[in-house]
């Protein structure tokens, strides 16, 4: 419970940086969780400096862009109602989930040291799968309308990235298959 409040804190004092890098720390986590227990390397097979791309994209990307999303999009949609959760959940999956998918994931490739043409390659590989999948498990969709109707507007990026664990698990595994 301290924690708790040491995290409420340190939120209400520094919001977009508290954000940011709990993006990055569950980025990171995701990436771990994905070594570890998906592709079960071991820890002398632990890839860092994979761990260390995704914690940045986490910081520098991933935080960011969805905190600022979900900024833009209670200004553009107003309101808790449920119908308003509904609308907010079915623009956020039909128009920013394709394109943070998109930007995402030739990210990943660029970071890793993938060259303009394999990263292209792999984008139209790993793209529809991933957005497939982002819609198969229902869990986005779920997830995001619960949020966006029950949490409040600071806390929406930290719910959505405990959640996503998972997601990140299965992000990283896709973005670093050969």
Request: positive net charge; glycine residues 8%; hydrophobic residues 45%.
């Amino acid at each position: 419970m301290a924690l708790w409040r040491a995290y409420q804190r340190a939120l209400a004092a520094h919001p977009w940086k508290v954000q940011v890098l709990t993006a990055g720390s569950l980025m990171g986590l995701g990436d771990i969780i994905s070594q570890q227990l998906v592709e079960r390397r071991g820890l002398r097979e632990h890839q860092t400096g994979r761990t260390l791309i995704m914690i940045s994209l986490g910081c520098g990307f991933v935080g960011p862009v969805v905190g600022g999303w979900y900024k833009v999009l209670d200004r553009i949609i107003p309101g808790t109602t449920k119908v308003d959760a509904l609308k907010k959940m079915l623009l956020d999956q039909g128009a920013f989930a394709p394109c943070f998918l998109g930007c995402f994931l030739p990210l990943v490739g660029t970071l890793s040291g993938l060259s303009a043409q394999d990263n292209w390659a792999k984008l139209q590989r790993d793209y529809p799968d991933a957005l497939i999948t982002n819609y198969y498990v229902r869990l986005w969709p779920a997830v995001q309308l619960a949020n966006f109707y029950l949490v409040p507007l600071h806390y929406r990026l930290a719910v959505v990235q405990c959640v996503a664990v998972v997601w990140n698990s299965y992000l990283s595994w896709k973005a670093h298959q050969p």
